[in-house]
């Protein structure tokens, strides 16, 4: 096997998943099959709901990760990443229980934040993102003001969320495209796509708009190959 390789903890949700592992292709300076970047990608998708668990004391995802980021190591991965932003509420219990590197995508997305010079930052996110202040601390110790949806668009966020999770991709880009725009009348310059779902979501309108958009996926994506570029 070969040398370094990148596990990839997915499966929160598929779609989500298959857009990091796309990235991965798109964004590899590869000429050939064997240029590419080893993935051993997890995508087993019985971890319990994030959300629900930070939210509503639902089931803890946190011993199933554990069982994941092993199943990965015990298969070769020499450095580990989650393709799910909620997941982060428990990066640094798996780091520490990790025995190989694990990269954050809230430093990767932060760090592409810091670099656009932006002011205002906007924030798309799950409902326990914004209630565990993942990114909101971050942004605002970097003296940048954090923009939020109130709460009636921040519930049609989510429901943007689970209709993609659920395939109903047209009326979901509708609802996301409505609160993105409700953030840039809020002063937003730049917003973060700080849920792995999201940029599936608003794919199109980042093309047209690029500027517009840090994509945590697209971040933690750039950090990983950068880590594999380094070793």
């Known amino acids: 096997m070969a040398k370094n390789v990148i596990g990839i903890l997915g499966g929160m949700g598929p779609a989500a998943t298959a857009d990091m592992f796309q990235k991965f292709i798109k964004l590899t300076p590869a000429h050939c099959d064997q240029d590419h970047i080893p993935l051993l990608i997890s995508s087993i998708p019985d971890i319990p709901d994030r959300t629900e668990c930070i ?3 639902g089931e803890d995802p946190e011993s199933v990760m554990e069982k994941y980021v092993h199943g990965l190591e015990n298969a070769g991965a020499t450095c580990i990443i989650m393709a799910c932003n909620t997941a982060h509420y428990w990066f640094d219990h798996l780091k520490a229980k990790s025995h190989v590197d694990m990269l954050s995508i809230i430093d990767a997305t932060i760090d592409e934040v810091i670099a656009t010079g932006k002011q205002k930052i906007g924030l798309l996110a799950t ?7 993942l990114y909101k601390k971050r942004i605002e110790e970097q003296g940048l003001t954090f923009i939020r949806p109130n709460e009636e668009s921040q519930k049609k966020v989510m429901e943007s969320i689970y209709l993609l ?3 109903e991709t047209e009326h979901s880009i509708e609802l996301m495209s409505q ?5 840039t009348k809020q ?3 730049v917003i973060i796509l700080g849920c792995t779902e999201v940029p599936i979501i608003l794919a199109k309108d980042m093309e047209n708009q690029p500027h517009l958009y840090v994509d945590s996926t697209l971040a ?3 950090s990983a190959i950068k880590w594999y570029q380094l070793h």
């Open 187 to 189: 002063g937003a310059e």
């Open 55 to 57: 939210l509503h004391g």
């Open 127 to 133: 409902d326990a993102t914004l209630a565990t202040g």
């Open 220 to 222: 933690l994506v750039r």
């Open 179 to 183: 609160q993105r725009d409700e953030l």
């Open 165 to 167: 999770k659920s395939g």
